[in-house]
């Protein structure tokens, strides 16, 4: 070997030395399909049957009227000035629209895509939130300090509360009892009772509080602090500061998935979305978006979510991903067996903790369960489903039927041909020695 031959060699297996010891990065995750809207987008709202988004353009003085089944623009209402709040009601009838720099609300109706009625509230209204009988709004007015209480029966303001400096958001507790109020320059989350709109108790939140919500369930409730870069968890139990979570860049939006699971956190000025498991009170990581996510909503099955992207007048579209509930799957001892994990927008699957029966098998990739089962009982296991975005984890069963009428299961499978045969000859025959035995002792 030449001087030169030795001096490539060695290059090369320094190359290659250094390619294989070096860390390969994990691969990001897609930046989700957007769907063009109006100017500053800053408020999101889904209908309870999920068919339709509504975005609030803070810039466009409009609303944006979203095909969640083809993800287009189907229709643009013009509202007031510096659209912000909005909320669809739990009838899905109306749509009530927060117009900051009209101090108005706007009531449109979403059989008609119209602008019905235009009620005057505070200075500066955000955000906005319905009672759970749909009966009442109530409206955080940022300048006035106050929160607007609206009858949805004749669209008139019936009470107005002394909220505190800066109310920015708005929040209605799943049992209808409390409406909580997030003060921005307050620093602190005021809890009143709905019923005597009486204050309970104010609840210290520092670091500029943005944006609220409570879970499904009403155990805790969200408060994210855009100058802290975090979220308060407060539980609603005993009205305190439970614990913090770290998030990306001045937090603002953030909602709860259906089941509770998980919630999600828009970073304005990170570009991204924090996912937190609620059972633990920690981040599962983050995933980029638009430019300036400023809101977000979930679909009710769970599986979509609409995050308002201000700088970049769109709204990512991301795939969430679903393991459904399912009843326990019943199958046979030595008969095929097959089960598909009932999931959405999951791109693989993991088994988690337990086992599934001898002879059966979990495709990764499908989250088809199938096989020949070998033993008999009841075997309960978890399932990991993961997609571009979020990873879930559910709970499932599956029932072996052994071989009844003989009240005695067989723990091996009987092969085909003529060993089979010969085995299940000399079983047979043992059996029938221990029955003449049992009836010898009659």
């Known amino acids: 070997m030449t001087r030169f031959s030795k001096t490539v ?99 449109i109706s979403t059989a008609t895509n119209a602008v019905t009625n235009t009620i005057a509230v505070g200075s500066q209204p955000v955000d906005l939130a319905f009672s759970i009988d749909g009966l ?21 303001v019936t009470s107005t509360l002394a909220a505190g400096s800066q109310p920015i958001a708005v929040a209605v507790t799943p049992d209808g009892q409390d409406l909580y109020v997030a003060l921005r320059s307050g620093a602190a989350v005021k809890i009143y009772d709905i019923a005597t709109l009486a204050l309970e108790t104010t609840v210290a939140v520092t670091g500029t509080p943005g944006g609220i919500a409570i879970s499904p369930d009403g155990s805790v409730a969200y408060v994210t602090r855009s100058g802290a870069d975090a979220v308060s968890i407060i539980d609603t139990s005993t009205q305190a500061v439970s614990s913090t979570v770290a998030v990306g860049d001045f937090p603002i939006g953030v909602a709860f998935s259906p089941n509770g699971e ?20 920690t981040s599962l990581g983050s995933f980029g978006v638009g430019g300036g996510p ?12 609409y995050v308002a992207n201000l700088w970049d007048k769109t709204v990512s579209v991301v ?24 999931s959405e927008n999951a791109t693989s699957f993991a088994l988690a903790s337990g086992a599934l029966p001898a002879g059966v098998l979990l495709n990764a990739a499908t989250g ?75």
């Open 9 to 107: 060699a060695l290059v090369a297996a320094i190359l290659i030395a250094f390619v294989t010891q070096a860390a390969i990065p994990a691969m990001a995750a897609p930046i989700p399909p957007t769907i063009g809207v109006g100017s500053y987008p800053a408020g999101v709202a889904i209908s309870p049957d999920g068919a339709t988004a509504y975005i609030a353009n803070n810039l466009s003085k409009s609303v944006s009227v979203v095909s969640t089944a083809t993800n287009t623009v189907t229709a643009t209402i013009t509202v007031g000035t510096n659209p912000i709040g909005i909320k669809v009601s739990p009838d899905g009838s109306t749509v009530y629209v927060s117009n900051r720099g009209s101090n108005t609300v706007s009531v």
């Open 262 to 281: 998980i919630a999600l956190v828009t970073n304005q000025s990170s570009d991204d979305v924090t996912t937190i498991d609620v059972a633990t009170g």
């Open 368 to 442: 088809v369960i199938s096989g020949t089962p070998t033993v008999s009982g009841t075997f309960n296991f978890t399932i990991t489903a993961t997609g571009d975005y979020t990873t879930t984890t559910r709970a499932y069963q599956i029932q072996i039927a052994g071989l009844a009428e003989t009240g005695v299961s067989i723990p091996l499978y009987i092969p085909l041909g003529a060993g089979g045969v010969l085995l299940l000859g000399l079983l047979l025959a043992l059996w029938s020695t221990r029955l003449r035995r049992n009836h010898s002792l009659l």
């Open 136 to 156: 009442k709004v109530f409206v955080a007015n940022y300048n006035a300090a106050t929160v607007s209480v609206i009858d949805t029966s004749t669209h008139a």
């Open 319 to 342: 795939a969430l991903t679903v393991l459904e509930s399912a009843a326990p799957a019943a199958g046979s001892f030595g008969s095929l067996f097959s089960m598909t994990v009932p």
């Open 294 to 305: 400023s809101a977000v909503a979930i679909t009710p099955d769970g599986a979509w979510a």
